[in-house]
């Protein structure tokens, strides 16, 4: 028996891109499922539980990344992961600790 | 992207003085400062707004290694300075454990996209475990710009 494997393209909305905050949101939700997943930006494929690999994305605002699950959860995973980025990784603020500090 | 783009060498501090992470946030923004990497902005506030963010989530992402940030709108282009810690310092990272090697950004609010590449110039080699050994072995500033240049040439 194959494991099942989803996958989707989707599109990086926030304006400041898939810095550092969201891609933690991004790794941590990834980490909850047991199938393994990976996200892949141009040629580069990484694995979406790595912080470290995550980041190495550099995912400008517009990007498209591929994210795919292999596993028993594939399918969860997937549409977790998909809406997290559709709804810019909610929380994340437009600006990182932008503004004027006395 | 290089790191030597990024990274001021003149201001790398291989013997970081405390193990507190934010005199250590302290100490590598008033490097940059004192190598005229500021762009005029005061450290004091600099290094407050690095230290606030970092309160909002450790950038200690594991096997001893840091990457605390901020994008601050007196700077205008990113610009990062490398700290050695041969006793560790406590970041609160993900794994626990202490931080060697600390990579200190500073970007620009109005240029996320160049934000994006420096970070993701300094993850691509910190995920090499080569260099997160000879950055941790290094004793002098000399042993981790030669550590950086190896990187930036192997990368290509």
Known sequence: MSKPIHEIEVEILNPEGLHMRPAMQFVDLANSFDSDITVSHQDLTVDAKSIMQMTMLAATCGSRLRIQAVGADARQAIEALKRLVEQKFAGDSPVEAGEKEG | MKLADIVCLDAIVAQLESTERDKVIQELVASLSKHKKLQGADPKMLA?????????????????????????????????????????????????????????????????????????????????????????????????????????????
Do not use: W
């Open chain 2, 48 to 156: 407050k707004a690095v230290i606030k963010r970092e309160n909002e989530a450790s950038t200690g992402i594991g096997k001893g290694v840091a990457v605390p940030h901020v994008k601050h709108e007196s700077i205008t282009e990113p610009v990062a300075v490398v700290g050695c810690s041969q006793n560790g310092i406590d970041f609160s990272s993900l794994d626990k454990q202490p931080v060697y090697s600390v990579f200190l950004l500073l970007s620009p609010t109005n240029k996320p996209d160049k934000h994006l590449q420096a970070m993701e110039t300094i993850f691509k080699n910190l995920q090499k475990d080569d260099f997160r050994r000879f950055l941790r072995q290094a004793q002098t500033r000399q042993e981790i710009i030669e550590a950086i240049r190896d990187a930036d040439e192997d990368a290509g």
